[in-house]
């Protein structure tokens, strides 16, 4: 399992993303050049490992979860076309939506979901910590969009599988 990343990203680098969607070898180029970008990366949230479990507890249906809570890393749509990646979107309306629903999703809340998680979502790597792995980078995700929400900025995750 790879690293997840998720971008705060202005209409212009937006656009760029976007305009590349479907076609996974310039969409790769365009996110590694915002990647790359300081001033991009600053805006940016690493989750590191933990975007799985916290997937998993909030929306374990994936796509056929309830909406805004697949959107916090399933976002609204895919980019990719390919299985080697993981490129989800969201526009500044939709963002506003998902900083609402964490904004709302109380550490309580969450745990409980986590552990209503189907077992074969766990990642056993993690053992008896995963709970508190996920909560933590989750707190980070919370200011991470209510940021992207005020700034009425995109959102885009990515993870590299």
Known sequence: MQLGLHFRLDDEEAARVLEAAGDDEALHEVLDALEEDEAVFLRACE??????????????????????????????????????????????????????FLAELTDEEFSHRYREMPEELRNPEFGADEEGYALGNLDGLRTFFAAAAAEGRHVVFTVWL
């Open 47 to 100: 989750t590191d490992k933990a975007w799985d479990p916290i997937a998993c507890a909030i929306a374990p249906a994936g796509e056929d979860d309830a909406w805004p809570d697949r959107g916090v890393i399933g976002g609204a749509r895919e980019l990719q076309v390919d299985d080697e990646s993981w490129v989800t979107y969201l526009s500044p309306d939709e963002t506003a939506e998902v900083a609402g």
